[in-house]
């Protein structure tokens, strides 16, 4: 059965997300993507002048992923307005906003709301969008590396700080390629699971010395691991990458005085497939419109 979505902001991975959809035979209310070219010819994509216009006829709301990088706006890299968070819980009332990386603040401002109560569903919560996302997060970590190193991936010696869903399957696809492969935890579980895939563990919070022994060291953890009195024991020529979510887990400026290649690959998937990122997010959205 078709459906109307009102789509508000969004990267690339919305517009697929969108070509998707229509090809499904939904029709979409669009706002705050009036640059999204590819979409201007689909007579199923209905842009919006106003955000009430475009969730009018709508009981599901599909926001950006991530949902907001500044905590004030929505993320609308394909519009030159500004849409505010405030603007789109004030008028979500009696209906379903999806979107990525929602923070905790945004739970509050809905709590705080006088109007009809709303649902709020996080997608990046889901476990199977968050698991099936990491693989493309890891092939754009692993062009990342090959960009930026004179060294073959073969042989060199990996440290991946963290060992959640994105530093499982970035050692899987890293050990493939015959990388020497150390993940640091904190965790007697994630110890047992780290040797029991055959990599090298390492304490996250004891590094120091061990740190001068790494050709590149990628950090999964949101918080600050890489501080400047780490970064001492690093050698020059190591390739550092953050791949959290601010503030990131790497002191940039430190990392810069000392003269190491650090980059911060924020949002890999929406970069670097930005289709199959689509697909996935869409199998999630029927998930969870199936179990509501």
């Known amino acids: 059965m078709s459906k109307n979505f009102a789509v508000i902001g969004g990267d690339l991975r919305i517009v697929k997300l ?30 919006c002048d ?12 599909i926001g950006p992923i991530p949902f907001s990088t500044n905590g004030v706006d929505i993320n609308t890299p394909f519009s030159d307005e500004k849409i505010s968070i405030e603007e789109i819980i004030h008028n979500a009332n009696g209906r379903i906003l999806m979107a990525g990386a929602i923070s905790k ?25 968050a698991v099936l996302n990491t693989i493309s997060t890891a092939e754009g970590t692993i062009e990342i590396m090959i960009a930026n190193t004179n060294k073959t991936i073969h042989g060199s010696e990996v440290l991946i700080l963290g060992f959640g869903r994105v530093a499982k ?27 029991s895939y055959g990599y090298e563990t390492a304490n996250i919070n004891n590094l120091k010395s061990e740190l001068t ?19 001492k024991y690093v050698r020059e020529d190591c390739l550092l990458i953050d791949l959290a979510s601010k503030p990131g887990g ?20 929406g970069k670097v497939a930005p289709i199959t990122t689509a697909e996935i997010i869409k199998d999630t959205i029927y998930n969870v419109l199936k179990e509501i």
């Open 18 to 47: 969108i070509e998707m959809l229509t090809i499904d035979d939904n029709i979409i209310y669009s706002y705050g993507l009036e640059k999204a070219q590819e979409l201007k010819e689909n007579p199923k994509v209905k842009f």
């Open 213 to 231: 022994n790494f050709d590149i060291i990628i950090n999964t953890v949101p918080h600050l691991i890489l501080s400047e009195d780490n970064l």
């Open 105 to 129: 603040e945004v739970y509050e401002m809905q709590k705080n709301e006088d109007e009809e109560c709303f649902k709020i569903i996080d997608l990046m919560e889901r476990e199977e969008l």
């Open 250 to 269: 790497i002191d940039r400026k430190a990392a810069e005085r000392k003269e190491i290649k650090c980059i911060w690959a924020l949002a890999l998937p």
């Open 50 to 61: 106003e955000m009430q216009e475009a969730i009018r006829d709508c009981k599901i709301i």
């Open 169 to 195: 399957t970035l050692a899987y696809k890293l050990q493939g390629l015959s990388a020497k492969v150390t993940c640091a935890a904190r965790k007697d579980k994630d110890f047992a699971w780290i040797k």
